[in-house]
Protein backbone atom coordinates (compact mmCIF):
# COMPACT_ATOMS: atom_id res chain seq x y z
CA UNK A 1 0.00 0.00 0.00
CA UNK A 2 2.16 3.18 -1.38
CA UNK A 3 1.48 6.84 0.30
CA UNK A 4 1.54 9.11 -2.55
CA UNK A 5 1.86 12.21 -1.68
CA UNK A 6 2.27 14.91 -4.61
CA UNK A 7 2.26 18.96 -4.49
CA UNK A 8 0.44 19.19 -1.16
CA UNK A 9 0.12 22.62 0.05
CA UNK A 10 -1.92 23.44 2.85
CA UNK A 11 -2.50 26.99 5.38
CA UNK A 12 -3.86 28.39 8.37
CA UNK A 13 -4.66 31.62 7.83
CA UNK A 14 -1.43 33.40 6.76
CA UNK A 15 0.58 30.24 7.98
CA UNK A 16 1.74 28.25 5.08
CA UNK A 17 2.44 25.57 6.94
CA UNK A 18 2.49 22.86 3.99
CA UNK A 19 4.26 24.71 1.31
CA UNK A 20 4.75 22.29 -1.20
CA UNK A 21 5.50 18.36 -0.07
CA UNK A 22 5.99 15.72 -2.90
CA UNK A 23 6.89 12.23 -1.08
CA UNK A 24 6.59 8.30 -2.05
CA UNK A 25 6.47 6.05 0.65
CA UNK A 26 6.57 2.23 -0.33
CA UNK A 27 5.39 -1.28 1.47
CA UNK A 28 8.36 -2.92 2.90
CA UNK A 29 10.17 0.06 3.59
CA UNK A 30 10.51 2.61 6.53
CA UNK A 31 10.40 5.95 5.83
CA UNK A 32 11.71 9.15 7.63
CA UNK A 33 10.23 12.38 7.65
CA UNK A 34 12.73 14.75 8.89
CA UNK A 35 13.30 18.70 9.10
CA UNK A 36 13.41 21.52 11.63
CA UNK A 37 10.73 22.20 13.98
CA UNK A 38 7.76 23.92 12.30
CA UNK A 39 8.51 22.34 8.55
CA UNK A 40 5.29 20.96 8.24
CA UNK A 41 5.84 17.41 9.11
CA UNK A 42 2.80 17.30 12.00
CA UNK A 43 0.58 18.99 9.25
CA UNK A 44 1.75 16.81 6.74
CA UNK A 45 0.86 13.39 8.61
CA UNK A 46 -3.01 15.32 9.69
CA UNK A 47 -3.56 15.48 6.48
CA UNK A 48 -2.40 11.73 5.90
CA UNK A 49 -4.54 10.37 8.44
CA UNK A 50 -7.88 12.20 7.03
CA UNK A 51 -8.00 14.45 9.71
CA UNK A 52 -7.15 17.60 7.64
CA UNK A 53 -7.64 18.48 4.27
CA UNK A 54 -4.74 19.74 1.69
CA UNK A 55 -5.71 22.96 -0.07
CA UNK A 56 -3.86 21.82 -2.94
CA UNK A 57 -2.27 18.87 -4.75
CA UNK A 58 -2.75 15.18 -4.31
CA UNK A 59 -2.72 12.19 -1.46
CA UNK A 60 -3.20 8.65 -2.06
CA UNK A 61 -2.95 5.55 0.08
CA UNK A 62 -3.19 2.35 -1.60
CA UNK A 63 -4.86 4.78 -4.45
CA UNK A 64 -7.61 6.07 -2.40
CA UNK A 65 -8.02 9.72 -1.64
CA UNK A 66 -8.35 10.49 2.43
CA UNK A 67 -10.58 13.24 1.01
CA UNK A 68 -13.09 11.46 -0.76
CA UNK A 69 -12.66 8.04 1.02
CA UNK A 70 -11.92 8.71 4.51
CA UNK A 71 -13.35 5.50 5.96
CA UNK A 72 -11.62 3.33 3.41
CA UNK A 73 -8.36 5.23 4.41
CA UNK A 74 -8.83 5.16 8.09
CA UNK A 75 -9.46 1.38 7.78
CA UNK A 76 -5.95 0.42 6.15
CA UNK A 77 -4.17 3.20 8.54
CA UNK A 78 -2.73 3.21 12.16
CA UNK A 79 -2.22 6.94 13.53
CA UNK A 80 0.17 7.96 16.15
CA UNK A 81 -0.07 11.46 17.10
CA UNK A 82 2.81 13.41 19.04
CA UNK A 83 1.38 14.18 22.03
CA UNK A 84 -2.36 12.53 22.33
CA UNK A 85 -4.76 11.97 25.45
CA UNK A 86 -5.67 8.74 26.69
CA UNK A 87 -9.14 8.54 28.73
CA UNK A 88 -7.71 9.52 31.93
CA UNK A 89 -10.23 7.07 33.44
CA UNK A 90 -9.70 4.11 31.43
CA UNK A 91 -7.11 1.52 32.43
CA UNK A 92 -4.68 0.41 29.40
CA UNK A 93 -6.49 -2.46 28.91
CA UNK A 94 -9.52 -0.39 28.79
CA UNK A 95 -7.86 2.10 26.31
CA UNK A 96 -7.14 -0.52 23.95
CA UNK A 97 -10.23 -2.50 24.21
CA UNK A 98 -12.40 0.91 23.30
CA UNK A 99 -10.28 1.45 20.08
CA UNK A 100 -10.58 -1.98 19.26
CA UNK A 101 -15.27 -1.66 19.61
CA UNK A 102 -14.37 1.56 17.71
CA UNK A 103 -13.01 -0.39 14.89
CA UNK A 104 -16.00 -3.04 15.39
CA UNK A 105 -13.30 -5.75 16.06
CA UNK A 106 -15.16 -8.39 17.58
CA UNK A 107 -14.64 -8.58 21.99
CA UNK A 108 -12.72 -11.94 21.53
CA UNK A 109 -10.77 -10.87 19.15
CA UNK A 110 -10.02 -7.44 20.87
CA UNK A 111 -9.10 -9.25 23.62
CA UNK A 112 -6.67 -11.31 21.99
CA UNK A 113 -5.00 -8.28 20.17
CA UNK A 114 -4.99 -6.28 23.28
CA UNK A 115 -2.94 -8.95 25.11
CA UNK A 116 -0.18 -9.27 21.94
CA UNK A 117 0.11 -5.85 21.51
CA UNK A 118 1.03 -5.09 25.66
CA UNK A 119 3.56 -7.83 25.23
CA UNK A 120 5.12 -5.70 21.90
CA UNK A 121 5.02 -2.57 23.48
CA UNK A 122 6.36 -4.60 26.70
CA UNK A 123 3.33 -2.80 29.03
CA UNK A 124 1.68 -6.30 29.92
CA UNK A 125 2.24 -5.68 33.60
CA UNK A 126 0.48 -2.10 33.89
CA UNK A 127 -2.83 -3.50 31.80
CA UNK A 128 -4.42 -2.66 34.78
CA UNK A 129 -3.18 0.60 35.58
CA UNK A 130 -5.29 3.68 34.74
CA UNK A 131 -3.83 5.47 31.46
CA UNK A 132 -3.76 8.50 33.60
CA UNK A 133 -0.80 7.51 35.87
CA UNK A 134 1.66 6.19 33.22
CA UNK A 135 4.72 7.97 32.38
CA UNK A 136 5.20 9.77 29.29
CA UNK A 137 7.39 7.45 27.36
CA UNK A 138 4.67 4.68 28.85
CA UNK A 139 1.83 6.49 27.42
CA UNK A 140 4.51 6.95 24.08
CA UNK A 141 3.97 3.00 23.93
CA UNK A 142 0.38 2.91 24.38
CA UNK A 143 0.13 4.99 21.58
CA UNK A 144 2.15 2.70 19.19
CA UNK A 145 0.00 -0.17 20.51
CA UNK A 146 -3.13 1.50 20.07
CA UNK A 147 -2.03 2.59 16.26
CA UNK A 148 -1.64 -1.15 15.93
CA UNK A 149 -4.96 -2.57 17.00
CA UNK A 150 -6.58 -2.63 13.40
CA UNK A 151 -3.33 -4.24 12.09
CA UNK A 152 -3.04 -1.25 10.05
CA UNK A 153 -1.14 -1.66 6.36
CA UNK A 154 0.02 1.61 6.51
CA UNK A 155 1.46 3.23 9.86
CA UNK A 156 2.02 7.29 10.58
CA UNK A 157 4.20 7.53 13.28
CA UNK A 158 4.44 11.67 14.34
CA UNK A 159 8.12 11.57 16.67
CA UNK A 160 7.26 8.05 18.39
CA UNK A 161 10.65 7.90 19.69
CA UNK A 162 10.49 10.62 21.86
CA UNK A 163 10.40 10.87 25.35
CA UNK A 164 11.55 6.88 25.31
CA UNK A 165 14.26 5.37 27.34
CA UNK A 166 16.92 3.64 25.49
CA UNK A 167 15.84 0.49 25.82
CA UNK A 168 12.13 0.99 24.57
CA UNK A 169 13.84 2.67 21.40
CA UNK A 170 15.59 0.33 20.59
CA UNK A 171 12.58 -2.00 21.14
CA UNK A 172 10.91 0.58 19.23
CA UNK A 173 13.41 0.36 16.62
CA UNK A 174 12.96 -3.29 16.02
CA UNK A 175 9.08 -3.29 16.42
CA UNK A 176 9.15 -0.86 13.17
CA UNK A 177 11.54 -3.19 11.47
CA UNK A 178 9.48 -6.37 11.88
CA UNK A 179 6.39 -4.22 10.50
CA UNK A 180 8.30 -3.13 7.19
CA UNK A 181 9.40 -6.71 7.12
CA UNK A 182 5.25 -7.63 7.24
CA UNK A 183 5.40 -5.84 4.35
CA UNK A 184 3.59 -2.95 5.84
CA UNK A 185 4.28 0.59 4.80
CA UNK A 186 5.71 2.75 7.45
CA UNK A 187 6.07 6.45 7.85
CA UNK A 188 7.53 8.09 10.34
CA UNK A 189 8.90 11.39 11.39
CA UNK A 190 11.38 11.99 13.90
CA UNK A 191 14.37 14.11 15.26
CA UNK A 192 17.03 11.59 16.28
CA UNK A 193 19.12 11.07 12.96
CA UNK A 194 21.56 8.82 14.11
CA UNK A 195 18.80 6.24 15.31
CA UNK A 196 16.55 6.95 12.03
CA UNK A 197 19.93 5.93 9.70
CA UNK A 198 19.51 2.55 11.22
CA UNK A 199 16.01 2.03 11.11
CA UNK A 200 14.60 4.08 7.94
CA UNK A 201 14.99 2.80 4.30
CA UNK A 202 14.26 6.03 2.70
CA UNK A 203 15.00 9.57 4.55
CA UNK A 204 12.50 12.32 2.92
CA UNK A 205 14.16 15.59 4.43
CA UNK A 206 11.76 18.97 4.79
CA UNK A 207 12.32 22.73 5.81
CA UNK A 208 9.31 25.23 5.31
CA UNK A 209 6.99 23.20 4.03
CA UNK A 210 8.57 21.45 1.33
CA UNK A 211 10.03 18.95 0.28
CA UNK A 212 13.52 19.16 -0.78
CA UNK A 213 15.60 15.74 -0.85
CA UNK A 214 14.96 12.05 -0.96
CA UNK A 215 17.79 10.03 0.14
CA UNK A 216 17.76 6.31 0.19
CA UNK A 217 20.22 4.88 3.11
CA UNK A 218 21.54 2.27 1.92
CA UNK A 219 25.42 1.33 2.34
CA UNK A 220 26.90 3.38 -0.02
CA UNK A 221 25.31 6.30 1.06
CA UNK A 222 26.31 5.20 4.34
CA UNK A 223 30.30 4.56 3.47
CA UNK A 224 30.34 7.47 1.09
CA UNK A 225 28.20 10.29 2.81
CA UNK A 226 30.21 10.07 5.95
CA UNK A 227 31.90 13.32 6.50
CA UNK A 228 33.54 14.18 9.97
CA UNK A 229 35.60 11.47 12.32
CA UNK A 230 36.92 11.84 15.66
CA UNK A 231 39.78 10.49 16.71
CA UNK A 232 42.33 10.54 19.86
CA UNK A 233 45.31 9.77 21.01
CA UNK A 234 47.78 9.02 23.89
CA UNK A 235 50.20 11.09 21.70
CA UNK A 236 48.13 14.41 22.00
CA UNK A 237 50.28 17.28 20.52
CA UNK A 238 52.21 14.55 17.96
CA UNK A 239 48.85 14.28 15.99
CA UNK A 240 47.60 17.81 16.80
CA UNK A 241 50.82 18.32 14.56
CA UNK A 242 50.46 15.82 12.15
CA UNK A 243 47.26 16.66 11.22
CA UNK A 244 48.62 20.19 10.81
CA UNK A 245 51.43 18.72 8.74
CA UNK A 246 49.26 17.22 6.72
CA UNK A 247 46.35 19.93 5.98
CA UNK A 248 43.84 17.41 7.60
CA UNK A 249 40.87 19.74 8.53
CA UNK A 250 41.04 19.66 12.08
CA UNK A 251 39.76 21.01 15.46
CA UNK A 252 39.06 20.06 18.91
CA UNK A 253 36.13 18.68 20.91
CA UNK A 254 34.98 17.92 24.41
CA UNK A 255 36.66 14.90 25.75
CA UNK A 256 40.32 15.07 24.55
CA UNK A 257 38.72 14.26 21.17
CA UNK A 258 39.81 15.77 17.70
CA UNK A 259 37.13 15.90 15.01
CA UNK A 260 38.74 15.39 11.32
CA UNK A 261 37.03 16.00 8.12
CA UNK A 262 37.23 13.12 6.33
CA UNK A 263 34.74 12.18 3.56
CA UNK A 264 33.99 8.90 2.85
CA UNK A 265 34.94 5.35 4.53
CA UNK A 266 37.89 5.17 2.40
CA UNK A 267 39.45 8.52 2.95
CA UNK A 268 38.74 7.67 6.56
CA UNK A 269 40.54 4.33 6.70
CA UNK A 270 43.80 5.79 4.84
CA UNK A 271 44.05 8.39 7.59
CA UNK A 272 43.88 6.20 10.26
CA UNK A 273 46.45 3.85 8.67
CA UNK A 274 48.73 6.82 7.97
CA UNK A 275 48.97 8.16 11.72
CA UNK A 276 48.82 4.76 13.04
CA UNK A 277 52.30 4.26 10.37
CA UNK A 278 54.04 7.35 11.67
CA UNK A 279 53.99 5.97 15.89
CA UNK A 280 51.13 7.76 16.97
CA UNK A 281 48.89 5.41 19.43
CA UNK A 282 45.18 6.47 18.05
CA UNK A 283 43.03 5.15 20.97
CA UNK A 284 39.76 6.29 19.33
CA UNK A 285 38.82 6.28 16.05
CA UNK A 286 34.64 6.47 15.04
CA UNK A 287 32.44 8.57 12.98
CA UNK A 288 31.59 11.74 14.54
CA UNK A 289 28.23 12.31 12.46
CA UNK A 290 25.95 9.99 10.97
CA UNK A 291 25.86 10.29 7.25
CA UNK A 292 22.03 11.05 7.10
CA UNK A 293 23.04 13.97 9.70
CA UNK A 294 25.78 15.23 7.70
CA UNK A 295 23.14 15.44 4.56
CA UNK A 296 20.32 16.61 6.89
CA UNK A 297 22.46 19.75 8.06
CA UNK A 298 23.61 20.33 4.26
CA UNK A 299 20.01 20.41 2.95
CA UNK A 300 19.00 22.50 5.75
CA UNK A 301 21.52 24.92 6.26
CA UNK A 302 19.92 27.97 5.20
CA UNK A 303 16.41 27.25 6.18
CA UNK A 304 16.60 27.47 9.82
N1 LIG B 1 -3.62 24.75 13.57
C1 LIG B 1 -2.67 25.61 13.26
N2 LIG B 1 -2.91 26.93 13.20
C2 LIG B 1 -1.95 27.81 12.85
N3 LIG B 1 -0.69 27.48 12.55
C3 LIG B 1 -0.36 26.18 12.60
C4 LIG B 1 -1.34 25.18 12.96
N4 LIG B 1 -0.72 23.97 12.93
C5 LIG B 1 0.54 24.22 12.57
N5 LIG B 1 0.78 25.53 12.36
C6 LIG B 1 2.04 26.15 11.93
O1 LIG B 1 2.49 25.47 10.78
C7 LIG B 1 3.88 25.26 10.79
C8 LIG B 1 4.19 23.78 10.65
O2 LIG B 1 3.81 23.12 11.86
P1 LIG B 1 3.98 21.57 12.09
O3 LIG B 1 3.39 21.24 13.40
O4 LIG B 1 3.45 20.84 10.91
O5 LIG B 1 5.58 21.41 12.13
P2 LIG B 1 6.48 20.15 12.48
O6 LIG B 1 7.40 19.95 11.32
O7 LIG B 1 5.63 19.02 12.89
O8 LIG B 1 7.35 20.69 13.71
P3 LIG B 1 7.95 19.91 14.98
O9 LIG B 1 9.22 19.30 14.53
O10 LIG B 1 8.19 20.99 15.97
O11 LIG B 1 6.93 18.91 15.45
C9 LIG B 1 4.38 25.91 12.06
O12 LIG B 1 4.84 27.18 11.75
C10 LIG B 1 3.16 25.97 12.94
O13 LIG B 1 3.23 27.06 13.81
MG1 LIG C 1 5.48 17.93 14.66
Do not use: C
Amino acid sequence: MTIEVQGVRRAFGDVLAVDSISLTAAPGEVTALIGPNGSGKTTLLLMLATLLVPDQGAIRIDGLDPVTQPTEVRARIGWMPDGFGTWDALTVREVLHTVAAAYRIPPDRARARTQELLATVHLEDLGDRRARVLSRGQKQRLGLARALINDPSVLLLDEPASGLDPRSRIELRDVLRALAAQGKTVLVSSHILTELQEVADRAVIVARGRSLQTQRLDDDFVSTGTASWRIDSLDLSRLTDWLADHHVPARRVGGGLTEVEVSGEENAARLLADVVRDGIRVTTFAPSQGALETAYLAATEDRR
